[in-house]
């Protein structure tokens, strides 16, 4: 996953140089870098250092700064719990991007971050049915028409993150209770099961996690190698404070 974080596979050559070289800092080139971005939005596809780019530059450039691209990075970033990626974005936004922006019109992140920012707490704490529930909520119907709905694939991007929660804390789990993660229910729920090769019994309606690294508990024996020498002066000290 580290690899991937650093240079994603769907990365072109241009970005790639953009993202890795000194050119990163060159004002010039944000509308490149806003253009991938919204290129990830369209194809599902993701990559945070590129993102973290077009922050660095707004930071550097006020004037440059673009409140939309702004909280469609954060919303990128919301799907890559419990990875930092959310708070990296977070810690490049300041108050001079806010005042920067355009006067006649309203800067819509003030009233949106802390809304995004709930939303990734729940998701980093794996408190997945709170998050769909406020998600579906009334109070963010703007954010879902306006913004994440916009988004190609991040209702499923929110599931993937509960999905490798599941995976590394669980091997069986009760098909009601994963539905609730999911926010999925009938053949829907059944039909994403089945993508995932996970196996579910009619009649208990028990889904069974294949075994993996993280949710295989594995005794660990410590042994320990004491010479004698060693043993001796463990023994001499404990006579000499008696």
Same mark, same amino acid.
């Given at each position: ?18 993202? !890795?070289?000194? /050119?990163?800092? @060159?004002? $010039?080139?944000?509308?490149?870098? %806003? ?5 990830? #939005? ?48 977070? !810690?490049?936004? /300041?108050?001079? @991007?806010? $005042?920067?922006?355009?006067?006649? %019109? ?5 009233? #949106? ?62 098909? %009601? ?66």
């Amino acid at each position: 996953m580290t690899s991937e974080w650093l240079t994603p596979p769907t990365r072109s050559d241009v970005i790639e140089d953009l993202v !890795s070289g000194v /050119d990163r800092y @060159n004002p $010039s080139n944000v509308g490149i870098l %806003e253009d991938y971005l919204y290129h990830q #939005i369209r194809s599902e596809e993701y990559d945070c250092l590129a993102n973290l780019a077009i922050l660095k530059l707004y930071q550097f450039n006020p004037d440059l700064y673009n409140s939309d691209v702004a909280i469609n990075i954060l919303i990128k970033a919301l799907t890559a719990s419990p990875l930092p990626d959310f708070n990296l974005c977070i !810690s490049l936004l /300041d108050e001079r @991007n806010a $005042s920067a922006n355009n006067a006649d %019109e309203p800067d819509p992140l003030p009233s #949106i971050l802390p809304v995004l920012k709930g939303l990734h707490n729940l998701l980093y704490r794996c408190r997945f049915p709170a998050f769909w529930e406020i998600y579906r909520s009334e109070e963010l119907e703007q954010l879902r028409d306006n913004y994440t709905v916009e988004v190609a694939g991040f209702e499923n991007a929110v599931r993937a993150v509960a999905i490798r929660a599941v995976r590394a804390t669980f091997t069986r789990i009760s098909s %009601e209770r994963l539905a609730t993660y999911l926010d999925l229910s009938g053949p829907e729920l059944t039909t994403y099961i089945q993508k995932l090769d996970w196996t579910i019994d009619a009649s208990t309606s028990v889904v069974t996690v294949p075994p993996n690294p993280d949710n295989q508990i594995e005794a660990t024996i410590v042994q320990e190698t004491v010479t004698l020498p060693q043993l001796t002066k463990v023994i001499a000290h404990s006579i000499l404070k008696v």
